[in-house]
Structures are given as C-alpha cells and as structure tokens.
T-cell receptor, first 109, second 112 residues
Framework: GEDVEQSLFLSVREGDSSVINCTYT??????LYWYKQEPGAGLQLLTY?????DMKQDQRLTVLLNKKDKHLSLRIADTQTGDSAIYFC?????????FGTGTLLAVQP | EPEVTQTPSHQVTQMGQEVILRCVPI?????FYWYRQILGQKVEFLVS????????KSEIFDDQFSVERPDGSNFTLKIRSTKLEDSAMYFC??????????FGQGTRLTVV
C-alpha cells in the first residue's frame, strides 16, 4: 500500500542548513506537502509542491522533488532555534493525505 | 489569520462511552477532514466530508464513527462506544479546494 518514510531525528547548529528527507511509494501522489508540528500545537502547513515540479523555493524553505526516485526533501536555510519541531511530509492525489513518521529537528544554539 | 479550532483540547472518557469531538473549520472552506495520531505512530486519515456527505473514509472509520456538520460552522466526529485503542490525538482539517488542508491544534482523547 501507500507508504511515506522519513528519518526520525536530525540535529543541526543554529545558522546551518537543515535537510529533511522523505521517500514515498505512491507515484499517483499529485501533491507533496511539508507540515510542521511544534510541541502541543497542531500541524502547520509549510509548503507543498506539485508532482510535475522539481523544485519550489519559499523564503528560507526549498523543496526538492526527485520523482524518479520518489524522494522529497525540505531544506531550511539559516536554521533558527524556533525551527525546532517535528516535520512531516505527506502526499496525496485526493483529499486523503498519507503522512510520514515525522522527523524531529533539534536546533542547537 | 483564520484557523481551524478544536474543542476540547483534552477529553478523558470511560471505555464504552460516547464522545463527540468538535471542530470549527475555516469559514470559507468546503472540504473537511478528520485524522488521528496514536502516540508514537503516524498521522492517519479517517474521513473526508464535502457537500454534506462523506467523500472518502479509511478502514479505521468503521460503524463506531460518524461525522456531522450540524450547522453552518461546526464539524463533529462522534465515537459511539469508545475503546482503549481509540486513545489518540484527533486532528480536524479543512480546505477550500482539494489542496492546502489546514489543521487544528488537535483534541487528545484518553479512554480509560
């Protein structure tokens, strides 16, 4: 069935770039999303990319999509302590999103 | 900025009891969803709702679950007879179209 996988943990120093990776199995996913979850909060939509795009940039965020390898990444430039959170990738062709396990990003000052 | 709001933030209920989780979606949105996240597991899709009917549901969404939009603003998830394994964080979401679903902060349901 459909599956989305992410590494569980990433630690970076403040000011460095963070790259969070995601792989997915469902090639029919039309859109791929990145959500952020801070402690005690809901899922905040960060950005999304259409499956026929390779890259999307939005301020400090860059999304790269390798459709051949079914690999999605989120790069956060100049990572700040406020970026510490769990980051989920999710994909879907309909209203139903399949979420990854989430990657805990820890930013060290 | 408009947001999806959910109440209560935490609900404790006894096994076998009925619970209703409430959500107020963003006002001009047309699609509504429920997801859940059991502690330590992935966020899982439960159901989507459009035009006053269920448009898609997962295997999890069995006869114990129901959704309703009782008025123009609320969207509810009812669990008729709760089980221990229903303990989870339940997220409501809404979207204007089929993109960009915005999520609420979640209701933590604890079944004892």
């Amino acid at each position: 069935g459909e599956d989305v996988e992410q590494s569980l943990f990433l630690s970076v120093r403040e000011g460095d770039s963070s790259v969070i990776n995601c792989t997915y199995t469902d090639s029919s996913s039309t859109y791929l999303y990145w959500y952020k979850q801070e402690p005690g909060a809901g899922l905040q939509l960060l950005t999304y990319i259409f499956s026929n795009m390779d890259m999307k940039q939005d301020q400090r965020l860059t999304v790269l999509l390798n459709k051949k390898d079914k690999h999605l990444s989120l790069r956060i430039a100049d990572t700040q302590t406020g970026d510490s959170a769990i980051y989920f990738c999710a994909g879907g062709a309909t209203n139903k999103l399949i979420f990854g396990t989430g990657t805990l990003l820890a930013v060290q000052p | 900025e408009p947001e999806v709001t959910q109440t209560p933030s935490h609900q404790v209920t006894q096994m076998g009891q009925e619970v209703i989780l409430r959500c107020v979606p963003i006002s001009n949105h047309l699609y509504f969803y429920w997801y859940r996240q059991i502690l330590g597991q992935k966020v899982e899709f439960l159901v989507s709702f459009y035009n006053n009917e269920i448009s898609e549901k997962s295997e999890i969404f069995d006869d114990q679950f129901s959704v309703e939009r009782p008025d123009g603003s609320n969207f509810t998830l009812k669990i008729r007879s709760t089980k221990l394994e229903d303990s989870a964080m339940y997220f409501c979401a809404s979207s204007r179209g089929t993109l960009e679903a915005f999520f609420g902060q979640g209701t933590r349901l604890t079944v004892v």
